[in-house]
């Protein structure tokens, strides 16, 4: 069954740690590498060049909408966990290109492995308390008064970030840097602080993978699950209403749905991979399942890892105001940019 070395080989599957493969690279063909390094480093550039300019336009479309409050402001810190999440794009794409060797130091290391289990858990439970404002609004017809208030909406808010934190605390507290025997400086989690036996520490590897799967989607997607159920019973029974708030209500829902189904979709199949992991670390599985885990974990990591772009192009595909600001902001640009060169072009002459 599976071993792992105490130290450096106790956190396979980390969150979003698609360095796994180096952590156990005498469990894996060698060939592993020469598909999972550089490859890896340009999906991952490529989807921060996405992720920055596409969250960033949204951050800022959002932010100078009519409705500054609303569900704007979920849009926007849904956008802002996405882009905390790119912006450890380069850090990690530069890893997996050295083939897995961490250059930056410990610091970087637990803090861009924090921010990655931050933006995870925030996207997700901005996403849940979405759905359940839609089920208030919806279902039990309450006001945008009362759910979009100051005091409301700070307190969801907080709430929703501070949770986020407080479960990313482990990854703050026991990921660093170590060294590897092929004298490379690896990232990974050690639990050296809390444990003395190599048992211990596959115990608690596999006890933080079932938190975040649990934690970071089933009892999420469950919730959001069940708004929807009640939902749609109600649209069902109010089918005929074609008021103009109801056609609002239903042109948000649509996009929120949009957004919960792409979620589920990029990352499901990772957390199925982490709960096969934690089955293995069990001793659940036999060792040979490990060739089929190590090929589906880059491809649902690199999965997961899209997800954090695509928000702002379903945005501009299915909701027709966001799509006209863009087109408003760019067009703006363009016309200041072409102004400022109109002016400097003309200030040379009006001095002669």
């Given at each position: 069954?599976?071993?792992?070395?105490?130290?450096?080989e106790?956190?396979?599957?980390?969150?979003?740690?698609?360095?796994?493969e180096?952590?156990?690279?005498?469990?894996?063909s060698?060939?592993?590498?020469?598909?999972?390094?550089?490859?890896?480093?340009?999906?991952?550039?490529?989807?921060?060049?996405?992720?920055?300019?596409?969250?960033?336009?949204?951050?800022?479309?959002?932010?100078?909408?009519?409705?500054?409050?609303?569900?704007?402001s979920?849009i926007?810190h849904?956008?802002?966990?996405?882009?905390?999440?790119?912006?450890?794009?380069?850090?990690?794409?530069?890893?997996?290109?050295?083939?897995?060797?961490?250059?930056?130091?410990?610091?970087?290391?637990?803090?861009?492995?924090?921010?990655?289990?931050?933006?995870?858990?925030?996207?997700?439970?901005?996403?849940?308390?979405?759905?359940?404002?839609?089920?208030?609004?919806?279902?039990?017809?309450?006001?945008?008064?009362?759910?979009?208030s100051?005091?409301?909406?700070?307190?969801?808010?907080?709430?929703?970030?501070?949770?986020?934190?407080?479960l990313?605390?482990?990854?703050?507290?026991?990921?660093?840097?170590?060294?590897?025997?092929?004298?490379?400086?690896?990232?990974?989690?050690?639990?050296?602080?809390?444990?003395?036996?190599?048992?211990?520490?596959?115990?608690?590897?596999?006890?933080?993978?079932l938190?975040?799967?649990?934690?970071?989607?089933?009892?999420?997607?469950?919730?959001?699950?069940?708004c929807?159920?009640?939902?749609?019973?109600?649209?069902?029974?109010h089918?005929?209403?074609?008021?103009?708030?109801?056609?609002?209500?239903?042109?948000?829902?649509?996009?929120?749905?949009?957004?919960?189904?792409?979620?589920?979709?990029?990352?499901?199949?990772?957390?199925?991979?982490?709960t096969?992991?934690?089955?293995?670390?069990?001793?659940?599985?036999?060792?040979?399942?490990?060739?089929?885990?190590?090929p589906?974990?880059?491809?649902?990591?690199?999965?997961?890892?899209?997800?954090?772009?695509?928000?702002?192009?379903?945005?501009?595909?299915?909701?027709?105001?966001?799509?006209t600001?863009?087109?408003?902001?760019?067009?703006?640009k363009?016309?200041t940019?072409?102004?400022?060169?109109?002016?400097?072009?003309q200030?040379?002459?009006?001095?002669?």
């Open positions: 069954m599976v071993t792992l070395n105490f130290s450096a106790t956190d396979v599957l980390d969150l979003k740690g698609y360095l796994a180096k952590t156990m690279e005498n469990k894996t060698p060939t592993t590498h020469s598909y999972s390094g550089p490859p890896l480093a340009a999906i991952f550039l490529v989807i921060f060049i996405l992720g920055l300019f596409g969250n960033g336009l949204v951050i800022i479309i959002s932010k100078f909408k009519s409705k500054q409050g609303g569900a704007n979920y926007r849904l956008a802002s966990a996405d882009l905390l999440f790119v912006l450890t794009l380069p850090l990690w794409a530069t890893e997996a290109f050295l083939h897995y060797h961490w250059p930056f130091g410990w610091f970087l290391c637990k803090v861009s492995s924090s921010i990655v289990q931050l933006s995870m858990y925030a996207s997700i439970f901005l996403l849940t308390y979405m759905s359940f404002d839609r089920y208030l609004a919806i279902v039990w017809r309450v006001p945008s008064s009362q759910r979009y100051q005091k409301t909406m700070l307190v969801s808010l907080w709430s929703i970030w501070l949770l986020s934190f407080l990313t605390t482990p990854t703050a507290l026991f990921r660093t840097t170590q060294t590897t025997h092929e004298n490379k400086t690896s990232c990974n989690m050690n639990f050296s602080l809390v444990v003395s036996a190599p048992e211990q520490a596959n115990a608690w590897a596999a006890g933080l993978y938190m975040r799967i649990v934690m970071g989607f089933l009892l999420p997607f469950m919730g959001i699950t069940i929807y159920c009640f939902i749609g019973r109600a649209l069902n029974h089918f005929s209403a074609v008021h103009q708030e109801e056609q609002r209500r239903r042109r948000l829902l649509k996009i929120i749905s949009i957004l919960v189904v792409v979620f589920s979709l990029c990352w499901a199949p990772f957390h199925v991979i982490n096969f992991y934690v089955l293995m670390l069990q001793q659940h599985l036999p060792d040979r399942i490990s060739s089929f885990i190590f589906a974990f880059y491809l649902t990591t690199c999965l997961a890892y899209v997800n954090s772009c695509l928000n702002p192009f379903l945005y501009a595909f299915f909701d027709l105001r966001f799509r600001k863009c087109l408003k902001l760019l067009r703006l363009k016309y940019e072409g102004s400022a060169s109109s002016q400097s072009m200030t040379p002459s009006s001095e002669h």
